[in-house]
């Protein structure tokens, strides 16, 4: 009979909208039909095989390939998709630095952020599925980085990050305390003037090895993400983008 999926992720992939927002007001303002159904409830889920979607009476013909890509972000864009202060997104990079068509750019999403001043490794998919096991706790999977900091990088420091440490993560108006599980730290290199170091996480919030060098009394001066899981940054280009296949995803990020 075929798989069932929800009509938000199913919208999304067929890469005819431009982020998750319009998306979300085309379902909220009764403007999606499946066969002769108003749907207003994004989760509601049907089988693509058996059933026919309109948007406004227009058939929406079927969903992207499902699409892998691994891309070392350049700093200065962001990796969000509607951005009210209209930065520069990786989005408006791949449209302009890579051969892919933009019902393709579309369909993709990120899997977890990093901020506008880290470059590195992101994965992009529009297997909605493949985003939310990666992004769920329970699976701990390690992201690691390269960091510049500013200056002398103390044993107690390394102890402190490597034992968890309280960071203030949140944006703007709505940040708040957290405790940041343990991360894993090797030294580099490192003088009075600046230290060279790689730091893994098994979490994501925001900013987050930032916070975490701001509160043993440091600052990040360049980061740039080399690995997540099994997946390596390797000699990929700043700004280049490569297709990885599905098989390859799944065992370099969740088999052991």
């Not at 049907?46 to 979607?53: D, L």
């Not at 200056?151 to 940041?180: C, N, P, R, T």
């Not at 580099?188 to 170091?197: A, H």
């Not at 916070?211 to 940054?233: D, Q, Y």
């Amino acid at each position: 009979m075929g798989k069932k999926i929800r009509i938000f992720p199913f919208l999304l992939r067929t890469g005819k909208f431009k982020d998750g927002n319009e998306v979300m007001r085309l379902i909220k303002d009764g403007k999606v039909k499946v066969d002769d159904r108003i749907i207003i409830n994004p989760i509601f889920e049907f089988r693509p095989n058996t059933k026919s979607v309109y948007i406004n009476g227009k058939k929406i013909e079927g969903q992207k390939e499902e699409l892998y890509f691994i891309f070392n972000k350049p700093q200065g864009v962001i990796c969000q998709k509607n951005d009210p202060e209209g930065r520069p997104s990786i989005w408006d990079w791949l449209k302009s630095h890579s051969d892919l068509k933009e019902e393709e750019i579309n369909s993709l999403v990120s899997v977890g952020r990093i901020d506008i001043n880290t470059e590195g490794l992101l994965i992009l998919t529009n297997d909605s599925s493949l985003v939310n096991k990666v992004l769920q706790p329970k699976n701990h999977i390690e992201k690691e980085y390269y960091a510049v900091v500013k200056d002398f990088l103390s044993d107690e420091a390394v102890s402190q990050l490597e034992e968890g440490i309280d960071i203030i993560v949140g944006y703007k108006g709505k940040k708040k305390k957290i405790h940041a599980l343990p991360a894993k730290v090797r030294i580099l290199s490192r003088n009075q003037n600046k230290s060279e170091i790689m730091l893994a996480i098994c979490e994501g919030k925001r900013r987050q090895v930032r916070e975490m060098l701001n509160a043993v009394g440091n600052s990040v001066t360049f980061l740039r993400r080399e690995r997540i899981g099994k997946i390596l940054l390797e000699d990929l280009k700043v700004g280049k983008i490569k297709n990885i296949s599905k098989e390859e995803i799944q065992n370099l990020l969740f088999k052991l």
